[in-house]
Structures are given as structure tokens and as C-alpha cells.
T-cell receptor, first 110, second 114 residues
Framework: TQLLEQSPQFLSIQEGENLTVYCNSS?????LQWYRQEPGEGPVLLVT?????EVKKLKRLTFQFGDARKDSSLHITAAQPGDTGLYLC??????????FGTGTSLTVIP | DTAVSQTPKYLVTQMGNDKSIKCEQN?????MYWYKQDSKKFLKIMFS???????INETVPNRFSPKSPDKAHLNLHINSLELGDSAVYFC?????????????FGNGTRLTVT
């Protein structure tokens, strides 16, 4: 089982602040996905990154895949209460099996 | 229209009982999965089915058995339930088995074993 460590585990910030969530592993992944999960619901895909060094932007969210494809980061600019949720990274190994990270619970206070 | 639906939403039962969770996807996807999310929110794959064939079977007790009557359904049957089985179980599907194929999750079944 591949291990993806996310940090921080919990994050509580004020509306309008910026934040970064990290997803780190010692394993190389063929791709990496980020999901957001809200209470009582399943995770929903935000983005897939495939190429080492790749940067993708989704409105106020910026995702980066590490050059060595072992790590990723998610940066949120000017956080809003609607960003509150559990953020999960998931790496795909060469067998196309997805391993999920340990999760980051984000709370944005109005 | 719900893409991946699973029932029931909540399941409370006693130790030793046998229970099933049903899952259906209307996305026409080839691959379906069962994941277990523990109390710390860690999501771990249990099973994967591609075109009705089991392709991944993580180290789960054989009390857990997936059943896929057709490509759109993947049910999970659990025998002799134990306290440690309490968790949220998620069904998911993907268009194909590939690293670029996103997972579409159901809303989960919260299983509580007393």
C-alpha cells in the first residue's frame, strides 16, 4: 500500500486568507487527483495532474504536481466559506490503482 | 439524476449479523469499486470490478464479498459483522481502469455495528 501524507491534517482560517495543502509520498505516481468531500457525501473530483511540474488552475484553486511526481500541492487564494470540506489527494500507481491521502479538513470562518 | 447511488444510507446492526449494501451507476462506466472510510476519514480501496471481473482484492477479510450481477451494479455483502466493521462504505465507478479516469463516488453508507 502506497502512503500519501497530507499536511496539515486540520486547518481553520478566516475568510479571505490564503492557504496551501501538501500531499507527499516516497512513491512515484503516474497521475494524481485531488478531491473535495463534504459531510454526508462522497468525494468529488477537483482536478487530475499527470505531468511532473504541471500546474493547473481552477478559479481560486491552484494545483501543482511535483517534478518527480511524488508530491503535489493545492493552493487556495482568498478562501471562502464554500471551500470548507475535506480535501483528499489520490495517487495512481503503475497498476492504475488509486491510493488516497490522509486528508486535510479545512474550515473557512466567515 | 444520481450517477452513483448506494443504499441504504445508514445501517445499524448487531455483531454477528449478515448485511448487504447495494450500488448502482447509470454512467455506463466499465469499472466499479468499494472503498472503506474509517473514523479518521482515511479512504481505502477494498475491491475493484472491471466488466464484472474482480481485478483488485485488497487484503480484506473474506467475510466481505462483492457481487456484480451486471456492469451497472456492484453490491457488497458482509457476513458475521464485527465491531471493527463500523465505517462509511463508498461505492465508486470510473469510465475505465486508468490513471486518468476520475472516480465518481456515491454518497456512502454509514455502517454501525453494535
Amino acid at each position: 500500500t502506497q502512503l500519501l501524507e497530507q499536511s496539515p491534517q486540520f486547518l481553520s482560517i478566516q475568510e479571505g486568507e490564503n492557504l496551501t495543502v501538501y500531499c507527499n509520498s516516497s512513491s512515484v505516481f503516474s497521475s494524481l487527483q485531488w478531491y473535495r468531500q463534504e459531510p454526508g457525501e462522497g468525494p468529488v473530483l477537483l482536478v487530475t495532474v499527470v505531468t511532473g511540474g504541471e500546474v493547473k488552475k481552477l478559479k481560486r484553486l491552484t494545483f501543482q504536481f511535483g517534478d518527480a511526481r511524488k508530491d503535489s500541492s493545492l493552493h487556495i487564494t482568498a478562501a471562502q466559506p464554500g471551500d470548507t470540506g475535506l480535501y483528499l489527494c489520490a495517487g495512481a500507481d503503475t497498476g492504475n490503482q488509486f491510493y488516497f491521502g490522509t486528508g486535510t479538513s479545512l474550515t473557512v470562518i466567515p | 439524476d444520481t450517477a452513483v447511488s448506494q443504499t441504504p444510507k445508514y445501517l445499524v446492526t448487531q455483531m454477528g449479523n449478515d448485511k448487504s449494501i447495494k450500488c448502482e451507476q447509470n454512467l455506463g462506466h466499465d469499472t466499479m469499486y468499494w472503498y472503506k472510510q474509517d473514523s479518521k476519514k482515511f479512504l481505502k480501496i477494498m475491491f475493484s470490478y472491471n466488466n464484472k471481473e474482480l481485478i483488485i482484492n485488497e487484503t480484506v477479510p473474506n467475510r466481505f464479498s462483492p457481487k456484480s450481477p451486471d456492469k451497472a451494479h456492484l453490491n457488497l455483502h458482509i457476513n458475521s459483522l464485527e465491531l471493527g466493521d463500523s465505517a462509511v462504505y463508498f461505492c465508486a465507478s470510473s469510465q475505465f481502469q486508468g490513471s486518468n479516469s476520475p472516480l465518481h463516488f456515491g454518497n456512502g453508507t454509514r455502517l454501525t455495528v453494535t
